[in-house]
């Protein structure tokens, strides 16, 4: 391993407990080895859960998180136990999904950003939250995040 590069991570490599909340959560970076090119990165989380405030019972979404880095990546175990740190964390769907945003943001000043949050319903109504730092990238292949809308029957 590049001691270098990745001597300071915490998490990775080893067993590692699951943080009881996003605040207690540690989301580590890395440095982007290819500066010098602007490239996508996705992750793809069709599992997220948290529990609404009010009634206590769970949510569940699906999170697509593009980003056009700059210095630096967000290292991959670090993102999914902070995401999963939301299992036990009572919000509403906008503030989980913008929260991840603006904490990803804060963390890696990436060139771009983009969060879906694709909720499925509650009471019959699913609700979709999308975050996006500014206009996309022209010279990047961005696709469609994927995520089919929600179709009742």
Known sequence: ?????YGN?????GK??????PEAAELEKVPNPHMNVDYLVR??????TSICPIT????????????????????????KLYLASFRNHGAFHEDCTIAIAKK???????TWLRLGGYWYPRGGIPIDI??????????????DQGVALY???
């Open 9 to 13: 991570l915490t998490q990775l490599g």
């Open 43 to 48: 992750f793809s989380c069709p599992e997220f």
């Open 16 to 21: 590692t407990e699951l943080p009881t909340s």
């Open 104 to 110: 990803l943001m804060e963390l890696l000043d990436p």
């Open 130 to 143: 999308f975050f996006q730092t500014g206009a996309a990238p022209q010279n990047l292949w961005i696709p």
């Open 1 to 5: 391993m590049n001691e270098e590069i």
């Open 56 to 79: 206590g019972q769970p949510d569940f979404a699906h999170l697509v998180l593009d980003y056009v880095p700059r210095k630096w990546l967000v290292e991959s175990k670090s993102l």
């Open 151 to 153: 179709k009742a029957r």
